[in-house]
Each structure stands twice: as structure tokens, then as C-alpha cells.
T-cell receptor, first 111, second 112 residues
Framework: IAGITQAPTSQILAAGRRMTLRCTQD?????MYWYRQDLGLGLRLIHY???????GKGEVPDGYSVSRANTDDFPLTLASAVPSQTSVYFC??????????FGEGSRLTVL | KNQVEQSPQSLIILEGKNCTLQ??????????LRWYKQDTGRGPVSLTI?????NTKSNGRYTATLDADTKQSSLHITASQLSDSASYIC???????????FGPGTRLSVLP
């Protein structure tokens, strides 16, 4: 069972470039989330989706967009990357019991 | 403001010793509290979940406690192993999915 698959695992890109982080789950969970994790800070919610076709803004949504065309996929897009978006990004999903299942993370460096 | 605090920020212990990590929260309404283990370079993995009515729950060498009155939880690790070296994150849920509130984590290092 794969659970949550994220890609790429790491990426270095120049400021101003567009970047999409991919997330796929095989657990048929309705809710999915994108978090960023920075040193010394807790995981912070960027965007979430309670079900396919709906999305919502989290704590730190500026500079990011998401889409939820189907249950399994929840990509995160940085339209024009900035150095402050250097972080580790985690995709997660939760089912009926509310437990969060995380991917292995995507380490993004913006130069 | 919904907030989760954890202490200590970091901890170093010798293999075989016990340790206790603390979590204080101000999240309201409260649905449940989870402890996650995050190995370096990996995603967090759930260790335990505790609801309002539960005081203690064990998962192998890990024992979590919850005092809903004082809004405190602890994670006790018994007979630590090198593989316990990780960050331990306390997460409080306020009911709806987007209301997961994360603590900053405690970084545990177990030395031989």
C-alpha cells in the first residue's frame, strides 16, 4: 500500500519560476492537505480540500494554489517562486477517523 | 488563539533510559490529540490518538496521557532505543479537518 506519494522528493529552482508539487493518494480519503514545515516551526497549513471539487485556504496560502479534480490527486502550484518559499512540503490525507497520513515530503529550494 | 506548545524543544538521553515529552494546548473546541513521530527526512507517522474521555493509551514502549481539564498531554518513552531518535509532534484536532493544530515538536536524540 503506497498511501501518499509526493513528487519530486527535492527540487532546486530559480526565483520567478513556476513549480507544481504533485500528490497522489490511494486510500480514497476525501480530505487532503498541503503543509509546509520550516525549522523551529510547526507544520503550517497552506491549502486543504474536504472533497473532490472543493478547496480552501489554510494559514499560509499566499503564493500557492491547489486544485482537486478527483479524489486521488491534489497538486500544489507555486506560480512564481520566491526564496521565502524554500521549505519542506508535506501532503496529507485523512479519512473518516480523522487520522492524518503524510507523504514523505518534497524539499524545495528557491534561489 | 488555538495553540499547541511542546517541551522540551530538544532532549538527549542515553539508550535504555526513559523520557517524557510534554504538550500543552489551548485548542477549542477539542476533539482529539495525537502524537506523531517524524524521522529525519520522512513524513510524520501517528503513534497514538486520544479523545476527551481517555486518560492513558499505550503503543508498545510509548505511553500517552491526557488531562483534558488542564489541557496537557505527555508522551512517555520507556527503555529508549537508538531508533527512537526523531522529532515528536503533538497535534490537536478541533473537530473539522482543517482544524489540526500542530506543536513545534520535540527533537529527541538517543545516544549509545
Amino acid at each position: 500500500i503506497a498511501g501518499i506519494t509526493q513528487a519530486p522528493t527535492s527540487q532546486i529552482l530559480a526565483a520567478g519560476r513556476r513549480m507544481t508539487l504533485r500528490c497522489t493518494q490511494d486510500m480514497r480519503h476525501n480530505a487532503m492537505y498541503w503543509y509546509r514545515q520550516d525549522l523551529g516551526l510547526g507544520l503550517r497549513l497552506i491549502h486543504y480540500s474536504n472533497t473532490a471539487g472543493t478547496t480552501g485556504k489554510g494559514e499560509v496560502p499566499d503564493g500557492y494554489s491547489v486544485s482537486r479534480a478527483n479524489t486521488d490527486d491534489f497538486p500544489l502550484t507555486l506560480a512564481s517562486a520566491v526564496p521565502s518559499q524554500t521549505s519542506v512540503y508535506f501532503c496529507a490525507s485523512s479519512g473518516v477517523f480523522g487520522e492524518l497520513f503524510f507523504g514523505e515530503g518534497s524539499r524545495l529550494t528557491v534561489l | 488563539k488555538n495553540q499547541v506548545e511542546q517541551s522540551p524543544q530538544s532532549l538527549i538521553i542515553l539508550e535504555g533510559k526513559n523520557c517524557t515529552l510534554q504538550c500543552n494546548y489551548t485548542v477549542s473546541p477539542f476533539s482529539n490529540l495525537r502524537w506523531y513521530k517524524q524521522d529525519t527526512g520522512r513524513g510524520p507517522v501517528s503513534l497514538t490518538i486520544m479523545t476527551f474521555s481517555e486518560n492513558t493509551k499505550s503503543n508498545g514502549r510509548y505511553t500517552a496521557t491526557l488531562d483534558a481539564d488542564t489541557k496537557q498531554s505527555s508522551l512517555h518513552i520507556t527503555a529508549s532505543q537508538l531508533s527512537d531518535s526523531a522529532s515528536y509532534i503533538c497535534v490537536v484536532s478541533g473537530g473539522y479537518g482543517q482544524n489540526f493544530v500542530f506543536g513545534p515538536g520535540t527533537r529527541l536524540s538517543v545516544l549509545p
